[in-house]
């Protein structure tokens, strides 16, 4: 099968279903082929792997995928592009494609289904309107990971990969890194999709922490916290705490900070994970 990432085919093959796109479901096809190339290096493929692969679009991922790995779950949100589908993967016996909606997905049914409960990478061009409760839903229903590798917009990127003391360190940075080691691989300008997205994009690859690098006792309160230090960035964290409707008196905050050496001024967004995860400890230990 001649690639869809190259410009000529994916005309064709739009023009030849009549394919409309649908900017609600943000899509964005990939028409470059050194990219493609890069995201498949980039995210190790073995012969025995199982792929999942979030938006096939009309399969130009899903066939590098499919050359790859041993067996790809492609999961499409719009009825439109099954046929499209069945058409430019026709030619691969290891290739399953649903038609549903990732967020409503049974992924730990799929991984037993097909991988036998074992980790699977998940390899993307994401739709950008759900990256995060994309990302977020594969690390909190614990679905077995190897690593995440994906296009996203570049800003979030930026956001996954940051530190403390950064302008785009948040709650997103934070979760990202309770879960994984993020790497942005590759920066991809929009004249390789079609139709060109208004934001610049790039590939990030989420390896799966086996054990996070951090000990916290109960997780769930970590990352409220860490929600309410950001929800109001510009106060300091005692005030954005005990604001926050989390429960959690001033008093024993400031000596929490104390505790670990911390001004009682000190804002959320000057704290690592590792000193969320103290102060959790200290607060709900
Ligand atoms: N993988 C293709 C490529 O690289 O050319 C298409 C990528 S496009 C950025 C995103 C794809 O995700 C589209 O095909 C879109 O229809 C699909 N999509 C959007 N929302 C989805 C959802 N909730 N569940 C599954 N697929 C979705």
Redesign the pocket.
């Known amino acids: 099968m001649a690639s869809l990432g190259i410009p000529a085919n994916t005309i064709a093959v739009l023009q030849k279903y009549n394919f409309n796109f ?1 900017k609600k ?6 028409i470059d082929t050194r990219v493609l190339e890069n995201i498949i290096e980039e995210s190790s493929i073995m012969s025995t792997d199982c792929v999942l ?6 399969g ?3 066939q590098y995928l499919a050359e790859n790995a041993r067996h790809v779950i492609a ?4 009825k439109a ?1 099954i046929p499209i589908l069945q058409d430019t993967l026709s030619e691969y016996d290891n290739v399953t494609v649903i038609n ?4 409503k997905v049974d992924i730990n049914a799929l991984c037993n289904e097909y991988n036998e409960g074992k980790p699977i990478k998940v390899v ?7 990256t995060t409760p994309i990302i977020m839903g594969l690390f909190e229903s614990r679905v077995p990971l190897d690593s995440i590798t994906i ?1 996203v917009q570049k800003e979030v990127a930026d956001r996954m990969q940051s530190g403390p003391g950064t302008k785009d360190y948040g709650a997103l940075s934070l979760a990202v890194q309770y879960y994984s080691d993020p790497q942005i691989v590759a920066n991809v300008p929009p004249n390789c ?1 079609m139709p060109r997205p208004n934001v610049g994009s790039a590939v990030i690859k989420l390896t799966r922490y086996d054990k996070s690098p951090v000990d916290v006792h109960d997780e769930k309160k970590m990352f409220s916290l860490i929600r309410a230090s950001f929800n109001q960035r510009r106060k300091t964290l005692v005030n954005g705490l005990t604001g926050g409707g989390i429960g959690v008196a001033k008093e024993d905050v400031l000596s929490a900070l104390e505790k670990m050496e911390l001004s009682p001024t000190v804002r959320g967004e000057a704290l690592t994970l590792e000193q969320f995860a103290t102060l959790t400890n200290l607060l709900f230990g």
Do not use: C, R
């Open positions: 649908q479901f943000g899509q964005n096809f990939l692969e979030i938006g096939p679009g009309i130009t991922m899903t999961v499409e949100i719009d592009l549903d909606d990732i967020l993307a061009n994401l739709p950008y309107y759900i296009m999709f």
